[in-house]
């Protein structure tokens, strides 16, 4: 009996694996996933339909200083983040794809929670979300030199109440700025105007939060059971996304300065506080900008 390998032409390497995996047909052969799961398919026809519709027509986005986005290397999109279900991380990727003279797709970090959630969890990989988590900031900042998406504020920031809306909360301990750091990579602060009222938070639910096992429940009229406004998933407010000026870092072992560190992670927030109360003293309306 001959083997696949000695049946294989004199001469030709084969790489481990290959002579099973050429055995085994692809359930999807045209498929194209990156190694985080990404599928240009998937993310490709949500961008065509939901995308399309809320960018354009639906939250109107406006979008300033795209320049600042780097067209090539590693950048940190460091941004804003409030409501309900935060609709700012898909505009912002968006607005890179529609408005910037070199588009390129942008890795959003997401919490771990999303993986207890069967569909769900299978979903947000495909459509280019990541779990935050410094290593895999690392190796797309680094390694890949891709642009990421990180909201310091974290749970803290979608837990915000209306009352509450566009006051930052604490950019926790500069993680964020440590990965940025290490990567050699600039940080690109984001302002986003629009999202809180477009998925507003009027209450925290404990009850129901403790009942669902969610990390929190909140009093929404986004929610479908409020109305035809909360089937369609977000109020029509006016979007505007800014794009500040890069912050570099150049020089090796800066991550070490855990005093240099916090004060770059304040001064990120200072900046992006200041550009928000700037954007929300210029606007006239919500939902006409």
């Known amino acids: 009996m001959i083997s696949t390998r000695e049946a294989e032409p004199a001469g030709q390497a084969l790489v481990p694996g290959d002579d099973m995996r050429r055995h085994l047909p692809g359930v999807e052969p045209e498929r194209r996933l990156t190694d985080w799961g990404r599928s240009e398919r998937v993310e490709g026809f949500l961008d065509r339909t939901a995308g399309d519709f809320l960018y354009h027509y639906w939250f109107r986005t406006e979008v300033e200083g795209i320049e600042n986005v780097p067209s090539t290397g590693g950048a940190l999109l460091v941004s804003n983040h409030a409501g309900a279900l935060p609709p700012d991380a898909p505009m912002i990727a968006k ?33 280019g979300c990541v779990p935050a988590h410094p290593a895999n900031v690392q190796r797309l900042l680094y390694d890949e030199e891709q642009l990421v ?29 440590q990965a940025a750091m290490r990567a050699r990579a600039p940080i690109v602060p984001v302002c986003v105007v629009g999202a809180e009222e477009a998925a507003p938070s009027f209450a925290q639910l404990r009850l129901m939060k403790r009942l669902t096992g969610l990390l929190y429940f909140p009093l929404t009229p986004t929610f479908p059971h409020f109305g035809l406004l909360g089937m369609l998933g977000f109020l029509p407010a006016k979007f505007k996304i800014r794009f500040l000026e890069p912050i570099p870092f150049d020089k090796e072992g800066l991550e070490h300065d855990k005093a240099l560190v916090q004060t770059v992670a304040n001064d990120v927030r200072a900046r992006i506080q200041e550009n928000l109360w700037d954007m ?7 939902w006409f900008g």
Request: glycine residues 10%; aromatic residues 14%.
């Open 149 to 177: 998406l990180v909201f310091p504020e974290g749970r803290k920031g979608t837990e915000k109440l209306y009352k509450d809306r566009y006051r930052l909360r604490r950019f926790g301990r500069g993680g964020f700025v």
């Open 280 to 286: 929300l003293a210029k606007r006239k309306s919500i």
């Open 95 to 127: 607005a890179i794809r529609e408005e910037h003279p070199h588009p390129r797709p942008v890795n959003i970090t997401v919490e771990h929670f999303f993986k207890g959630y069967p569909g769900f969890s299978m979903l947000i990989p495909r459509i």
